[in-house]
């Protein structure tokens, strides 16, 4: 990693790798979130370089930050613990007053001319890769798991209900819950854990966006 840019809603800041960013509610910050919302903590995050690494640390002692990774997965980043940044990654922050997000981006050292990256010769695990994903269950996926793939303020990491998700596709709830449940028992067939129970739904958000089934370059499918 070289230098990182970090995207808020009102400006970026641009860093080079001796440089460090905090946010928070002071004003001192680099980029003062909300000076009025005590709901934030003073320091909230840091971000620094260190040795070829950079690091996300939630410089707070009493609050979490919520980190989004580029596929649009939530973590929670507990007080006094830090992550490393190796990918675009959203940092969400939450206040009295509401949230406030910001995009970190690191940027990647070149490889030197000529090089080819390193091939992974371990065989790929492929569980589930013989389920054949059709036009409308990857409609369906997209209605229901918009809210991981949507950018700030729109992000939202839970499945929709299908009622939601139904009408946004305009087709009668018992269709899609029909479809969804066709997708899961033939993943579940195919070995794919945790496409039952409670928490199948959730799982399977996890399993689709993980593989690449749906992206957010899918969500234009439903603005058409």
């Avoid at 939530?74 to 675009?88: H, Y």
């Avoid at 709830?173 to 070995?191: D, F, M, N, P, Q």
């Amino acid at each position: 990693m070289t230098g990182m840019r970090i995207e808020a809603a009102d400006h970026t800041v641009e860093l080079d790798p001796d440089q460090r960013l905090t946010f928070g509610r002071v004003r001192e910050c680099t980029i003062c979130l909300d000076p009025t919302d005590t709901g934030i903590s003073r320091i909230a995050g840091t971000v620094a370089r260190e040795g070829d690494t950079w690091w996300l640390t939630n410089s707070s002692t009493t609050r979490p930050l919520s980190v989004v990774d580029d596929l649009g997965f939530r973590s929670v980043l507990a007080p006094g613990r830090r992550i490393a940044v190796e990918s675009p990654t959203k940092v969400l922050v939450d206040g009295t007053h509401g949230q406030h997000g910001l995009t970190l981006l690191p940027s990647a050292v070149p490889a030197p001319a000529g090089e080819a990256p390193p091939e992974d010769v371990a065989e790929a695990t492929a569980v589930g890769a013989e389920v054949m994903i059709s036009t409308a269950d990857r409609l369906a996926m997209v209605a229901l798991f918009a809210g991981y793939l949507e950018e700030l303020p729109r992000y939202d990491p839970y499945p929709k209900s299908y009622a939601a998700a139904a009408a946004r596709l305009g087709w009668p709830r018992s269709t899609l819950v029909k479809r969804i449940e066709y997708l899961r028992t033939r993943l579940h067939a195919a070995g794919v854990p945790n496409m039952t129970g409670f928490s199948a739904l959730t799982n399977l958000a996890e399993y689709a966006i993980s593989r690449g089934l749906v992206t957010r370059e899918d969500l234009a499918l439903l603005r058409r």
